[in-house]
């Protein structure tokens, strides 16, 4: 556990704002992603205010990321769906489209989850402001090159059986 929270916080952002126009690309390939009876039961919150990605840090045990992002995208769900289960399922669809795009967008980004873990959801929704109904989901710091990243292979093939 220690290596993994070493690799994610060590990461170095870029100091350079996030073009809008870049986070409108990102979020518009998340909320292209299926949803179960068609009800896109998300939303997504830009935060850019300094207090505010300092206060977010506080909720997440990898709180280098959010406190040295340019930006962080809070994800939250709508509550009261025919099916409860849906709409974090639907979240989590939403969300991987989101972490592809923003490599597509040569930045890079760090999904922090938040759900199902109630206190700290009901921290970032009070901390953001998030309207009663929905449901904070996850934070996503970004704004670190991509290619920083070093991405690992995680491809093995002795992992792949063909019976």
């Known amino acids: 556990m220690k290596e993994i929270f070493e690799r994610v916080s060590i990461r170095r952002f870029t ?9 409108l690309s990102i979020l518009r390939a ?29 909720v997440t045990p990898y709180s280098g990321c959010t406190k040295r992002a340019t930006v962080a995208i809070v994800s939250a769900y ?13 979240m ?22 938040i759900a199902p873990v ?10 953001v402001g ?3 109904g929905l449901r904070a989901f996850a934070i996503f710091p970004l704004g670190y090159p991509a290619e920083s990243r070093k991405q690992q292979d ?8 063909f019976l």
């Not at 995680?154 to 059986?161: A, G, N, T």
Request: include cysteine; proline fraction near 5%.
């Open 30 to 58: 998340a909320m292209a992603a299926p949803s179960a009876g068609n009800q896109q039961p998300w939303e997504f919150f830009v935060i850019r205010d300094r207090e505010l990605l300092e206060a977010l840090s506080g």
């Open 92 to 113: 989590s669809i939403a969300m991987e489209n989101l972490w592809l795009a923003c490599g597509e967008q040569g930045l890079g980004g760090v999904w922090l989850g």
């Open 15 to 23: 100091e350079q704002p996030v073009e809008e126009e870049k986070i």
């Open 130 to 132: 998030i309207p009663e």
């Open 78 to 90: 709508r509550e009261k769906l025919w099916a409860p289960s849906y709409a974090q399922i639907d």
């Open 154 to 161: 995680r491809f093995d093939e002795s992992r792949i059986h």
């Open 118 to 127: 109630e206190d700290r959801m009901k921290a970032v929704e009070e901390i």
